[in-house]
């Protein structure tokens, strides 16, 4: 069951919502950093944000799950200890609301030691591990989780890519049994794009699936500078983005396909970082990436820079368009004209 926040827990959810609705209303436009000392978040980083179909907002962080509720006006708390272990680690990096309402949760204990991925559809909690699901699930780190158009569910792991469809794991995708279609194990990111077809960010280039043949984008077949590739990305003008992670001898940044053009962006061209971790649109159409030193926007060709000290692991928007940022040391606001989430929750409550 959910753990209802107590008092001392909702007096610092108060501020926090206090606090965001001042700077909202005094400073438009202004990214905002909630941390442990000025909210009821704790002392850990965020690593995942999603806003669900009740308009919760769900924040995956170093010491569990929180979850905001302005219509019931609570802060709730998950924990591996209010889940009888059933999430298996309180380091939370990924949440993922599926089509049929039920939450899933990667986790593990800070870098070292995997905690496969929880499932909760709102009555009972299961959790999923390499041994309990005799090596279907192929790894208990899983980076990324996603729906494809069926309804099946697709798990990005370090030792390649499972599925899970009709309440079993069904299909375990490698570079073996694909060809190198897949062409790395280490899968970092998923991306599913308006036809259907998944692409895969692995350690060793692109992976792309049609559901019936494999292809891989990589240095060797195209002008990729990288194989380490972090993030896979498609844009409503059907422009391709590829983040690269960067390190001693790889220059990272970004690479913008547009169907004829491979554009290389770094922090030459104004990107806060060249190791990226997450690539976002926005409803106005507006690219956001966040690296491992801040985030940047990008619009008319041109990058803007935000957070500039901060690693950014993701990026979710609500419903006015209002971004959220889950950085390093705590969660990232930019309200727009003030009527930002947690804003509007004041005005529906009557805070002052």
Known sequence: MLRKAG???????????????????????????FTSENSPLP????WSILFDHKDRLWLGTGKGIYVFDRQLNTLKIISSKSTQGKLKKDFVVKIYEDSQR????????????????????????LLFTTENTQGSLPSNY?????????????????????????????HLYNRVNTGLGLPGDSVWDIFIDKQG???????????????????NVTKHNSPLPSNNVAV?????????????????FKKGGVILYDGRDWIHHTTENGLPHNDINVIYEDKNQTIWIGTRGGVASFKNGKFKKYITKERVWDIAEDKRGNLYFATSRGLAVLSINGE?????WRKKHGAH
């Open 197 to 215: 077809n998944l692409w895969f960010a692995t350690d060793r280039g692109v992976g792309w699936f049609d559901g019936r043949h494999w292809r």
């Open 102 to 125: 039920r939450y899933w949760f990667a986790t593990r204990s800070s870098f070292i030691g995997g905690g496969g991925v929880t499932m909760f559809d709102g009555k009972e909690w």
């Open 43 to 46: 002392s850990a980083g965020i």
């Open 340 to 344: 930002d989430y947690l804003t509007s």
């Open 142 to 170: 899983v980076w990324d989780i996603a729906e494809d158009k069926k309804g099946r569910i697709w798990f990005a792991t370090d030792k390649g890519v499972a599925v899970y469809e009709n309440n079993q794991w069904t």
């Open 232 to 248: 896979v990305f498609v844009d409503s003008e059907g422009r391709y983005w590829f983040g690269l992670r960067s390190g001693l």
């Open 7 to 33: 008092k001392r827990e909702a007096a610092l959810a108060a501020s926090l919502f206090l606090l965001m609705t001042i700077s909202a209303i005094s400073t438009s436009a202004e990214i905002k950093l």
